[in-house]
């Protein structure tokens, strides 16, 4: 696995846990286990690999579930956002593409744990794609806009 030399900065939605990674490797895929299904709440999780050397927590400190003997799963405790799977025997740890500051930077070159794949993945890039286009529709994006909690994407002296 190559690294990529590119920094790396993320964290979770509320900016309670952030990250920085001075280099990333070039793995990024979508995990179809059920394993990562169940710890991020989708039909797939967005990974890519920092080695952990690299890897340096700016603002607070992930919490920890061990899904297994030797794997990690690290979320924030305040707001609840997946951030990372760390497999503890091989030196790399897996963020999910959605916490990074930038996560098109990252488009996934594969699919692993196929066997777990929902029958219709393969037909959702071919949906149609909507925003609220209507005037309820906009009102309701423009409300939840002007109340957001989300920590911006990127790091900030304190927050909120």
């Known amino acids: 696995m ?3 030399g590119k920094p790396a900065s993320g964290g ?3 900016g309670a846990v952030r990250y920085h990674a001075t280099e990333m490797l070039d793995n990024s895929h979508l995990c179809h286990c059920r394993m990562c299904q ?3 709440g989708n039909i797939f999780a967005a990974l890519v690999a920092a080695p952990d050397e690299a ?3 700016t603002r607070g400190k992930p919490s920890i ?3 297994s003997e030797h794997v990690e799963r690290g979320f924030c405790d305040k707001c609840g956002t997946p951030l990372f799977y760390h497999d503890t025997t091989n030196g790399r740890t897996n963020f999910t593409i ?3 500051d930038n996560p098109g930077d990252y488009p996934p070159g594969a699919n692993t744990c196929t066997e777990n794949m929902v029958p219709w993945f393969g037909s959702i890039t071919g ?3 909507s925003g609220p286009t209507d005037s309820n529709g906009k009102a309701w994006a423009d409300a939840i806009k002007a109340s957001n909690h989300q920590h911006p994407d990127h790091d900030t002296e304190q927050w909120p």
Do not use: D, H, P, Y
Request: proline share 0%.
């Open 98 to 100: 959605g916490s990074l």
């Open 38 to 40: 169940k710890a991020v």
């Open 65 to 67: 579930f061990m899904s």
């Open 2 to 4: 190559e690294r990529t």
């Open 55 to 57: 890897i340096t927590w």
């Open 127 to 129: 949906m149609e794609n």
């Open 12 to 14: 979770c939605q509320c």
